[in-house]
């Protein structure tokens, strides 16, 4: 059964960090592109950050550009998302995803990924 467990979510002040970890189980996911979204309250799920099998394409939402930072760590099936200067308008709950299509260009719609977290909560205060 396939899993993906974020963590490293909680409360954090504005201009404060935050590494949020997803592991994944039940296969291995070196061969696949992984991605972070977001959703706050009464809002549609959003593209945070992308990474392609590699490590070596990455996406990024415009929001967060220049002050998140995707990685991945495929020895350990794991993916990680680093947060810095994080604002109020950053609190959500973050998704990781995987999709199904090995070698896929890391895609920026939650409709080509096919594997979801249940999500971790991230709040940043003023």
């Known amino acids: 059964q396939v899993q993906l467990a974020e963590s490293g979510g909680g409360l954090v002040q504005a201009g404060g960090s935050l590494r949020l970890s997803c592991a994944a189980s039940g296969r291995s996911f070196s061969r696949n592109a992984m991605g972070w979204f977001r959703q706050a309250p009464g809002k549609e799920r959003e593209f945070v950050a992308a990474i392609s099998w590699s490590g070596g394409t990455m996406n990024y939402a415009d929001s967060v550009k220049g002050r998140f930072t995707i990685s991945r760590d495929n020895a350990k099936n794991t993916v990680y998302l680093q947060m810095n200067s994080l604002k109020p308008e950053d609190t959500a709950v973050y998704f990781c995803?995987?999709?199904?299509?090995?070698?896929?260009?890391?895609?920026?719609?939650?409709?080509?990924?096919?594997?979801w977290g249940q999500g971790t909560q991230v709040t940043v205060s003023s």
């Open positions: 995803a995987t999709d199904l299509i090995p070698f896929a260009r890391p895609s920026i719609s939650t409709t080509d990924y096919r594997y």
